[in-house]
Nanobody, 123 residues
Framework: QVQLVESGGGLVQDGGSLRLSCAASGRTSSIYVMGWFRQAPGKEREFVAT????????YYADSVKGRFTISVDNAKNTMDLQMNNLKPEDTAIYYC????????????????WGQGTQVTVSS
């Protein structure tokens, strides 16, 4: 079992920045890949970014490429998402998750999920 807890969400103005964090606990040695997803009201869950823990390979959705940066600290069992130049369309609940497949954008290929953290970008 792996437990994931997100933090760092909040309210920010258009063009601002936020840094999300995901803390993993439990069988962390079994984690191969981690990722971020988001879900806006009335929309399906959307892939944001993913990272392979060993090697640090990353993959991003086109909508966030160049603005968001995913990173992992294997010693602390944490994964971060630095979000710059935020836009109102980035408003959503952000979730972290784990997978055994890299890279994959499909939510069904992620097994463990956190409960999410709200990000709101005002215009």
């Amino acid at each position: 079992q792996v437990q994931l807890v997100e933090s760092g969400g909040g309210l920010v103005q258009d063009g601002g920045s936020l840094r999300l964090s995901c803390a993993a606990s439990g069988r962390t040695s079994s984690i191969y890949v981690m990722g971020w997803f988001r879900q806006a009201p009335g929309k399906e869950r959307e892939f944001v970014a993913t990272i392979r823990l060993r090697g640090g390979n990353t993959y991003y959705a086109d909508s966030v490429k160049g603005r968001f940066t995913i990173s992992v600290d294997n010693a602390k069992n944490t994964m971060d998402l630095q979000m710059n130049n935020l836009k109102p369309e980035d408003t959503a609940i952000y979730y972290c998750a784990t997978s055994n497949i890299y890279p994959t954008m499909a939510p069904e290929r992620y097994g463990y999920w956190g409960q999410g953290t709200q990000v709101t970008v005002s215009s």
